[in-house]
């Protein structure tokens, strides 16, 4: 056994306490005390010191959150006490007669318990001394499976308690994926060509059972403790039981109140409910329990339900129409994506009369056919997609969905690679590729071309005006004015717009490169990264490996990219016509803003909402979409809004756009 210093052994000693301090303050407190940098830095050292010296690794070491090995199996776990469902009610009527049974078996004057009721996977934790040791799934409620190995990689789960804790806790929970993370994983699976997760729920579900626990590691899962199984202590209620959660160093639900009366529940239903689309993770209503454990005692449990507690279910953002027909589009890397033609059905408020169908396996897995009636879902901000076929509906007269052997712009050949569940469009000239592909170089978030819309880029194609991006930067007021129904005005815009859109940002124009696999976030990561396009361009793959979020399967994409003479000589043809790349250089950028988290609001005076992001994350900062308790800053302009109203509420600062400034300033 290697020999270990007695100063070396503090030192790792005082590191993972430091890591877990940090982590306590981030995920409990929402109170970051380090930047995610000097984390980083003091994760890196640990790591360092456990490899060089095996004798000094812990199973419970903060390092232990990045994966682990493999396994071929889970094997089965019984709960010591039954992991219940909820009944759900679904209106005031309903949670009216509910809570009267409370009050006619137990008389007025208690109290109750509410809080979020998450879309996710529920879990149970069993902590022995303090010590985590078995992390199962619900199952059936009485037998889950052993998932510690994947848990243990969620870095809001402590592997060790904090202060004095009883010798067991069994906690309960749900495991969470955020719809940004939810996001960016549906993006890298759709373009890998498979079959993207149904929601933030599956996706929780599906990572949590990877049995590489390294997997499980990159999907950026979360968790929320509400409640537990056996416990040995004295609390007595279950918003003291919370309290105590807190103090151990378990995340729980901010959102969470202790309410004394049925208008209170009704008034916390609401405001919930006007909070769900900016929350930053999925719900489908609340949840209420009586909040003393002698009246949970009292009520006791209903087959496989407690009397104690239920659900009230916010209403469906889902609805019931016909699938009239499906067409095919092309996009940019070839891809062709079924959409659904549906009777027009009103879901959560808004009139759907498309839907997503993803690919060939989809349509497989729901046995989708033309003419057949479906359940539509919607959620936030969510592209609508198709869930269910109502089998009983079923008339016989249904037609099959067949996917092109031709490309349905192009008649060039469509194929499905073996190892996709994409077909893609053979032809290089295909001109939907093309327009897709110059949509994405000229959207917003990359080279934000404003104006170019499809009419504009339908007609350069047709009068074939252009053939590659760089074209677009030859284009003249007079060659716009030779089309149908263009005027001077909108032709001087648009070459304005293109004319601005040369000075960008090292980040966009990795983005507008359109390089499968490379969104936004991978984008700005490796403009960081590399600093200049010039040191992108010669990029290795042990380069790539050392950007944060790319992995193989990424890394192989870019290099393709890159090695590929025609992308090489169309980014010459682009720096040839001016476009230039802003380096990303310790010189232009600062880390002002390290550690903080701003969400942007409002028309502001002089900024676009792209270019405020912009500059702070230049600093440092990071800009997110909903405000929360971790919400440092709220940058707010010009018809604000509800968001305006929640950072008041939370004590955020709010700041305008010259505040904005003088803080970067």
């Given at each position: 056994?290697?020999?270990?210093?007695?100063?070396?052994?503090?030192?790792?000693?005082?590191?993972?306490?430091?890591?877990?301090?940090?982590?306590?303050?981030?995920?409990?407190?929402?109170?970051?005390?380090?930047?995610?940098?000097?984390?980083?830095?003091?994760?890196?050292?640990?790591?360092?010191?456990?490899?060089?010296?095996?004798?000094?690794?812990?199973?419970?070491?903060?390092?232990?959150?990045?994966?682990?090995?493999?396994?071929?199996?889970?094997?089965?776990?019984?709960?010591?006490?039954?992991?219940?469902?909820?009944?759900?009610?679904?209106?005031?009527?309903?949670?009216?007669?509910?809570?009267?049974?409370?009050?006619?078996?137990?008389?007025?004057?208690?109290?109750?318990?509410?809080?979020?009721?998450?879309?996710?996977?529920?879990?149970?934790?069993?902590?022995?001394?303090?010590?985590?040791?078995?992390?199962?799934?619900?199952?059936?409620?009485?037998?889950?499976?052993?998932?510690?190995?994947?848990?243990?990689?969620?870095?809001?789960?402590?592997?060790?308690?904090?202060?004095?804790?009883?010798?067991?806790?069994?906690?309960?929970?749900?495991?969470?994926?955020?719809?940004?993370?939810?996001?960016?994983?549906?993006?890298?699976?759709?373009?890998?060509?498979?079959?993207?997760?149904?929601?933030?729920?599956?996706?929780?579900?599906?990572?949590?059972?990877?049995?590489?626990?390294?997997?499980?590691?990159?999907?950026?899962?979360?968790?929320?403790?509400?409640?537990?199984?056996?416990?040995?202590?004295?609390?007595?209620?279950?918003?003291?039981?919370?309290?105590?959660?807190?103090?151990?160093?378990?995340?729980?639900?901010?959102?969470?109140?202790?309410?004394?009366?049925?208008?209170?529940?009704?008034?916390y239903f609401s405001s919930i409910e006007k909070q769900r689309d900016e929350l930053p993770y999925e719900i489908d209503g609340i949840v209420l329990k009586l909040d003393s454990f002698a009246h949970q005692r009292e009520m006791g449990t209903v087959a496989r339900s407690p009397r104690w507690a239920f659900a009230y279910k916010f209403k469906a953002q889902e609805g019931n129409t016909k699938l009239n027909d499906v067409f095919f589009q092309?996009?940019?890397?070839?891809?062709?994506?079924?959409?659904?033609?549906?009777?027009?059905?009103?879901?959560?408020?808004?009139?759907?009369?498309?839907?997503?169908?993803?690919?060939?396996?989809?349509?497989?897995?729901?046995?989708?056919?033309?003419?057949?009636?479906?359940?539509?879902?919607?959620?936030?901000?969510?592209?609508?997609?198709?869930?269910?076929?109502?089998?009983?509906?079923?008339?016989?007269?249904?037609?099959?969905?067949?996917?092109?052997?031709?490309?349905?712009?192009?008649?060039?050949?469509?194929?499905?690679?073996?190892?996709?569940?994409?077909?893609?469009?053979?032809?290089?000239?295909?001109?939907?590729?093309?327009?897709?592909?110059?949509?994405?170089?000229?959207?917003?978030?990359?080279?934000?071309?404003?104006?170019?819309?499809?009419?504009?880029?339908?007609?350069?194609?047709?009068?074939?005006?252009?053939?590659?991006?760089?074209?677009?930067?030859?284009?003249?007021?007079?060659?716009?004015?030779?089309?149908?129904?263009?005027?001077?005005?909108?032709?001087?815009?648009?070459?304005?717009?293109?004319?601005?859109?040369?000075?960008?940002?090292?980040?966009?124009?990795?983005?507008?490169?359109?390089?499968?696999?490379?969104?936004?976030?991978?984008?700005?990561?490796?403009?960081?990264?590399?600093?200049?396009?010039?040191?992108?361009?010669?990029?290795?793959?042990?380069?790539?490996?050392?950007?944060?979020?790319?992995?193989?399967?990424?890394?192989?994409?870019?290099?393709?990219?890159?090695?590929?003479?025609?992308?090489?000589?169309?980014?010459?043809?682009?720096?040839?016509?001016?476009?230039?790349?802003?380096?990303?250089?310790?010189?232009?950028?600062?880390?002002?803003?390290?550690?903080?988290?701003?969400?942007?609001?409002?028309?502001?005076?002089?900024?676009?909402?792209d270019q405020a992001e912009d500059l702070i994350r230049s600093h440092g900062g990071k800009v997110t979409g909903s405000v929360s308790k971790n919400t440092h800053y709220l940058v707010a302009g010009e018809n604000a809004g509800s968001k305006l109203d929640k950072a008041k509420t939370l004590g955020t600062a709010v700041l305008d756009e010259k505040a904005l400034m003088a803080l970067l300033e």
């Amino acid at each position: 056994m290697t020999k270990t210093s007695p100063e070396l052994q503090k030192r790792v000693q005082q590191l993972r306490s430091e890591l877990e301090d940090h982590s306590y303050h981030y995920y409990v407190l929402d109170e970051p005390t380090i930047s995610d940098e000097a984390y980083d830095k003091l994760f890196k050292e640990l790591l360092e010191i456990e490899a060089a010296h095996p004798n000094l690794r812990d199973a419970h070491s903060p390092t232990q959150k990045v994966g682990g090995v493999a396994l071929d199996k889970f094997s089965k776990f019984r709960h010591a006490t039954p992991m219940l469902g909820l009944q759900n009610v679904y209106n005031d009527q309903e949670m009216s007669d509910f809570y009267q049974r409370w009050e006619e078996a137990i008389g007025k004057g208690f109290a109750v318990y509410a809080e979020p009721k998450f879309d996710g996977m529920a879990i149970e934790l069993v902590y022995e001394k303090g010590r985590l040791v078995v992390a199962a799934t619900r199952g059936d409620g009485e037998v889950g499976e052993d998932v510690t190995s994947n848990v243990r990689t969620i870095r809001s789960v402590p592997l060790v308690l904090r202060g004095k804790v009883p010798d067991l806790v069994e906690v309960r929970g749900e495991i969470i994926l955020m719809k940004e993370d939810f996001a960016r994983i549906n993006e890298l699976k759709i373009a890998n060509g498979e079959l993207p997760f149904a929601n933030p729920r599956n996706a929780a579900a599906g990572s949590i059972r990877q049995l590489d626990p390294a997997i499980a590691a990159q999907r950026s899962l979360d968790v929320f403790c509400h409640g537990a199984g056996r416990i040995s202590g004295t609390v007595h209620t279950h918003s003291e039981l919370i309290k105590q959660f807190s103090l151990w160093g378990l995340r729980t639900n901010p959102l969470a109140r202790r309410l004394e009366s049925q208008a209170g529940i009704q008034e916390y239903f609401s405001s919930i409910e006007k909070q769900r689309d900016e929350l930053p993770y999925e719900i489908d209503g609340i949840v209420l329990k009586l909040d003393s454990f002698a009246h949970q005692r009292e009520m006791g449990t209903v087959a496989r339900s407690p009397r104690w507690a239920f659900a009230y279910k916010f209403k469906a953002q889902e609805g019931n129409t016909k699938l009239n027909d499906v067409f095919f589009q092309v996009g940019r890397t070839g891809a062709i994506t079924p959409v659904a033609v549906l009777e027009p059905v009103n879901v959560g408020g808004v009139e759907v009369k498309r839907a997503s169908l993803h690919n060939e396996d989809q349509i497989k897995a729901l046995d989708l056919k033309i003419g057949d009636y479906v359940v539509v879902k919607r959620a936030g901000d969510v592209i609508p997609e198709v869930q269910s076929v109502l089998m009983a509906k079923r008339t016989g007269k249904e037609r099959p969905i067949t996917f092109p052997t031709k490309c349905p712009s192009c008649g060039g050949k469509v194929i499905r690679e073996p190892d996709e569940a994409a077909h893609r469009c053979m032809n290089v000239a295909c001109p939907a590729k093309l327009a897709e592909a110059i949509k994405h170089f000229a959207a917003k978030r990359a080279m934000n071309i404003e104006g170019l819309g499809d009419k504009w880029i339908e007609q350069f194609l047709e009068q074939k005006l252009i053939r590659h991006f760089s074209d677009l930067y030859d284009l003249k007021e007079s060659d716009l004015l030779k089309l149908e129904r263009q005027g001077e005005r909108s032709a001087e815009k648009l070459i304005a717009a293109i004319d601005k859109s040369r000075q960008v940002t090292l980040a966009r124009f990795i983005f507008a490169m359109g390089i499968r696999l490379v969104g936004e976030r991978t984008a700005e990561l490796l403009a960081l990264h590399f600093g200049s396009l010039e040191r992108f361009l010669k990029a290795s793959q042990d380069e790539l490996f050392n950007v944060e979020e790319v992995g193989e399967t990424v890394a192989t994409s870019i290099l393709d990219f890159l090695s590929d003479a025609k992308n090489q000589d169309e980014i010459r043809r682009l720096l040839k016509r001016g476009v230039t790349p802003k380096e990303e250089t310790a010189l232009n950028r600062s880390h002002s803003l390290q550690g903080k988290t701003f969400v942007i609001t409002g028309t502001l005076p002089t900024l676009s909402r792209d270019q405020a992001e912009d500059l702070i994350r230049s600093h440092g900062g990071k800009v997110t979409g909903s405000v929360s308790k971790n919400t440092h800053y709220l940058v707010a302009g010009e018809n604000a809004g509800s968001k305006l109203d929640k950072a008041k509420t939370l004590g955020t600062a709010v700041l305008d756009e010259k505040a904005l400034m003088a803080l970067l300033e």
